[in-house]
């Protein structure tokens, strides 16, 4: 305090230059720390909003089961597959505000079969309101990054390009059951032109294609054993591309269905 109180501090302004002297400075320095340190005495912080007691912040789970994934004319392959997914709160909403909880979360999808099926990864954010205390409704700003598998045309193998999604999936959720330890959740959302790269095996031989349209529909059941959780999924999505350069033969029309059961716990 001693040294600050010595110095001469010099402001440039229009007028030219503005001097505060020592013990200006010192004055001024005590006069902010006085009002800084009363105004934290004299005010309350407001309280922040609270989940109910018996809602988690988040969850953490394995869901494991069967995928199959279909291209154009060629006939249909289904495989095992895992699945890793974890969301949770970062900000917890308050009903009475309206305020809603905000979420962020992710999910990794993982066939065995990488030769005819593509690996997903998925990252999002977004509300979700608390309508009552069993239902909530909001929506995610998801990107889904799907390495696609090479195709085969004419008999010959020819490599996919992977994709990019922007996904605005609306999600439901409603509990049930005396405890509120029963869910249903339902997501539907658009597909929206994706972004294309190369594959590691390099570029696709054709241009990009057009999209036509395309969906994603989930439902999900489960039950709430306050520490962990089990539940079932299943989840179909279609991608159509226009006919053209891009999608000779429709070989880039894309239609995948997963149904898994999983289990994880919740925090």
């Known amino acids: 305090m001693r040294a600050l109180c010595t110095e001469v501090y010099t402001f440039a302004h229009k007028g030219g230059e503005f001097v505060i002297e020592s013990g200006k400075a010192c004055s001024l ?55 890793i997914s974890g969301q949770g709160a970062i900000y917890q909403g308050n009903q009475k505000a309206q305020s809603p909880d905000i979420v962020i979360g992710g999910e990794v999808v993982l066939p065995t079969g990488t030769a005819e099926h593509a690996d997903e990864f998925a990252g999002f954010a977004g509300p979700m309101f608390h309508f009552t205390d069993q239902f909530t409704a ?9 390495d696609q598998p090479n195709g085969t045309l004419n008999g010959q193998t020819f490599i996919r390009n992977n994709m990019l999604l922007l996904e605005l999936p609306l999600v439901l959720n409603y509990k049930f059951l005396a405890d509120k330890k029963a869910f249903v959740e339902a997501q539907i959302a658009p597909e929206f032109s994706p972004h294309f790269s190369n594959s590691s095996s390099g570029p696709a031989p054709y241009p990009h294609p057009s999209l036509d349209h395309g969906y994603t529909i989930r439902g999900v059941v489960g039950y709430n054993f306050e520490k962990f959780y089990l539940r079932g999924t299943y989840e179909t999505r279609y991608i159509k591309f226009s006919p053209g350069l891009g999608n000779p033969e429709f070989i880039d029309n894309w239609k995948t269905n997963y149904a898994t059961v999983g289990v994880g716990f919740t925090f």
Do not use: Y
């Open 29 to 83: 320095l005590v006069c902010l720390l006085f009002l800084a340190a009363f105004s934290a005495f004299a005010q309350q912080p407001a309280p922040l909003p609270q989940l109910e007691p018996e809602e988690q912040r988040g969850n953490l789970g394995i869901d494991f089961g069967v995928i199959s994934d279909h291209f154009g004319a060629t006939p249909s392959a289904t495989t095992a597959v895992g699945i």
């Open 138 to 146: 909001g929506f995610h700003i998801q990107l889904r990054k799907l």
